[in-house]
Each structure stands twice: as C-alpha cells, then as structure tokens.
C-alpha cells in the first residue's frame, strides 16, 4: 500500500468522524493530532471558526520535560491541556481523535484529560 493511498484512507475516516463531530462556542471540539515526534491539542470552536485553546509538546513549558509523542507524553498533555481549558473556560468538549484509533495514545490521552477535570 503506498503513502498516497494511506493518507487518502486517513482523510476518509476524519471527514467521517467530521460529519458527526461538531465543536460549539458552549462544547468545542477537542481535536487531538500525533505526528511522529509531537502531539497537539487544540478546542475548536467549529460554529465561528476559531480556536480556543492550544497546547502542544512543542510549548517552552512542556519542552523542558522533553515530551514525546508516546503513551507518557500523551498522559502529561492530556493534563496540561484539562488545565489550560478550564482556565480558559472550557469545562466540556467534544473528543474528535483526528482519524486515529480511540486506542493507546490517543485513549490515555483523553483518559488523563478527563481524570484532570474536562468533561466528554
């Protein structure tokens, strides 16, 4: 299987997952992406078109921890992110896992976001 075909199969199942996920100034959209060495993380307000909130391992705080995109740097994202949203004012979201698997990363990702005090 070559990488265009891959990457056409992977924008499939996000406009699949867009068509029922949708973020809202009161419920934004908690997209969640890993590349091979980051993870970013932002809520989305899909009804104006903004983000309002934007975390990823890249942020000078998170750098010092040197973060990487595995199951550790997803659990300590996935807190930073909880608190950076409620100080924001985001309590409650909706979790759009970008057209991954809800499995490994991503499911300890969001495990530690909710156990940190968002709610979806």
Do not use: C
């Not at 009161?26 to 975390?55: E, H, W």
């Not at 921890?65 to 979201?93: D, H, M, P, R, Y």
């Amino acid at each position: 299987m070559n990488t265009v075909h891959k990457a056409m199969l992977l924008q499939k199942r996000r406009w699949r997952i867009r068509k029922k996920v949708a973020g809202t100034a009161i419920r934004p959209r908690l997209s969640v992406k890993f590349s091979a060495k980051n993870i970013y993380a932002q809520a989305i307000n899909d009804d104006a078109g903004t983000t309002l909130v934007f975390l990823s391992s890249l942020d000078p705080e998170l750098r010092k921890q040197t973060l990487k995109a595995n199951l550790a740097g997803a659990k300590v994202l996935g807190t930073a992110f909880a608190e950076k949203a409620k100080a924001a004012g985001v309590t409650s979201v909706v979790f759009d896992r970008n057209g991954a698997r809800y499995h490994g990363k991503v499911k300890v990702f969001a495990d530690s976001a909710r156990e940190a005090g968002l709610v979806f």
